[in-house]
C-alpha cells in the first residue's frame, strides 16, 4: 500500500522543510514532525540541522512511517528500505528532541514537478548549511563490527597495519569501497561543500579521513572508492 500526505507549498526561495523524530513510536514504526522553516530570516541563521546523503537503493515504498503537521494531523508516508533503516538508526542514537534532519524523499514533493525544479538545483545549499552530513552506506551491522577493532586501534594511536586484523576486516573493507553510494554524481558536491561528514557503517561512525587511512591500508584490495 502506497501513502502519500499533502505538503503545503514552500512560499519562499529559502524556505526548506525539516523533521524531527518523535521520541515515540506509532504503530510499531516513526513519526515524524515537519517545520517549515525559512533560512533567511535571522531567527533560524544558525539553525542546526542533518543532512542525510545516501542512495535510495530500491525505490519501491516497502515501508511507511508518519508525518505530524502543522495542525497536528497525522499522515502516514511510504518510504523504501533504505530511508526507513536510517531513520530506524537515527532513532536508537537519540536523534530526536531538537535534532533536525534534511533528507530529499520527504523534504522535498516528489510529486510537485515544480517544486522539484526549483529545489534540486539549490540542494548544494542544504548541504553547505548543514551542521553534519551523514553519509549513510547502507551497510549491516555486522559489517560495521568487523571495521570497529581497526578503527579502535587507529583512534588509540597506534598502526593498524602492525597488528593482525580478523579476516572479515579486509571484506568489510572492500564492500565499503565497492558501496554503490559511491557511484553518486553528485556524492563530491555533498562532501566537498560538507561542514562535516559522519560516515555511517552498519552501526559504526567513522570519518572522512579514518576512510582514507583505511584506504591506504587496504590498497592492495583495489578499492575504488572516490
Given at each position: 500500500m502506497s501513502y502519500e500526505c499533502s505538503y503545503t507549498e514552500l512560499p519562499?526561495?529559502?524556505t526548506i522543510r525539516l523533521i524531527e523524530l518523535e521520541e515515540n513510536k506509532?504503530?510499531?514504526t516513526f513519526?515524524?514532525?515537519i517545520y517549515y522553516v525559512d533560512c533567511a530570516q535571522s531567527e533560524w541563521t544558525h539553525l542546526e540541522y542533518n543532512a542525510l546523503s545516501y542512495v535510495w537503493g530500491d525505490s519501491r515504498p516497502t515501508r511507511?512511517?508518519?508525518?505530524i503537521g502543522s495542525t497536528d494531523e497525522m499522515y502516514p508516508v511510504s518510504v523504501h528500505e533504505n530511508l526507513w533503516r536510517f531513520l530506524a538508526w537515527a532513532w536508537e542514537k537519540g536523534l530526536h528532541k531538537g535534532s533536525y534532519i534534511w533528507t530529499d524523499r520527504i523534504c522535498l514533493n516528489q510529486h510537485n514537478d515544480d517544486e522539484m525544479a526549483q529545489r534540486?538545483?539549490?540542494?548544494?545549499e542544504i548541504f553547505r548549511n548543514a551542521?553534519?552530513?551523514f553519509a549513510w552506506l547502507g551497510m549491516s551491522e555486522h559489517q560495521g563490527q568487523h571495521l570497529k577493532p581497526f578503527l579502535d586501534l587507529y583512534r588509540d594511536g597506534e598502526d593498524p597495519r602492525e597488528h593482525p586484523?580478523?579476516?572479515e576486516t579486509p571484506l568489510a573493507v572492500a564492500a565499503i569501497a565497492n558501496n554503490e553510494y559511491w557511484t553518486r554524481v553528485w556524492i563530491l558536491q555533498e562532501f566537498a561543500l560538507a561542514k562535516q561528514v559522519v560516515v555511517v557503517v552498519g552501526d559504526v561512525e567513522t570519518t572522512t579521513e579514518e576512510l582514507d587511512v583505511?584506504?591506504?591500508c587496504f590498497r592492495g584490495l583495489q578499492l575504488r572508492w572516490r
Amino acid at each position: 500500500m502506497s501513502y502519500e500526505c499533502s505538503y503545503t507549498e514552500l512560499p519562499t526561495p529559502s524556505t526548506i522543510r525539516l523533521i524531527e523524530l518523535e521520541e515515540n513510536k506509532v504503530n510499531e514504526t516513526f513519526a515524524c514532525v515537519i517545520y517549515y522553516v525559512d533560512c533567511a530570516q535571522s531567527e533560524w541563521t544558525h539553525l542546526e540541522y542533518n543532512a542525510l546523503s545516501y542512495v535510495w537503493g530500491d525505490s519501491r515504498p516497502t515501508r511507511h512511517i508518519y508525518l505530524i503537521g502543522s495542525t497536528d494531523e497525522m499522515y502516514p508516508v511510504s518510504v523504501h528500505e533504505n530511508l526507513w533503516r536510517f531513520l530506524a538508526w537515527a532513532w536508537e542514537k537519540g536523534l530526536h528532541k531538537g535534532s533536525y534532519i534534511w533528507t530529499d524523499r520527504i523534504c522535498l514533493n516528489q510529486h510537485n514537478d515544480d517544486e522539484m525544479a526549483q529545489r534540486v538545483p539549490r540542494m548544494g545549499e542544504i548541504f553547505r548549511n548543514a551542521t553534519r552530513v551523514f553519509a549513510w552506506l547502507g551497510m549491516s551491522e555486522h559489517q560495521g563490527q568487523h571495521l570497529k577493532p581497526f578503527l579502535d586501534l587507529y583512534r588509540d594511536g597506534e598502526d593498524p597495519r602492525e597488528h593482525p586484523c580478523a579476516p572479515e576486516t579486509p571484506l568489510a573493507v572492500a564492500a565499503i569501497a565497492n558501496n554503490e553510494y559511491w557511484t553518486r554524481v553528485w556524492i563530491l558536491q555533498e562532501f566537498a561543500l560538507a561542514k562535516q561528514v559522519v560516515v555511517v557503517v552498519g552501526d559504526v561512525e567513522t570519518t572522512t579521513e579514518e576512510l582514507d587511512v583505511i584506504e591506504y591500508c587496504f590498497r592492495g584490495l583495489q578499492l575504488r572508492w572516490r
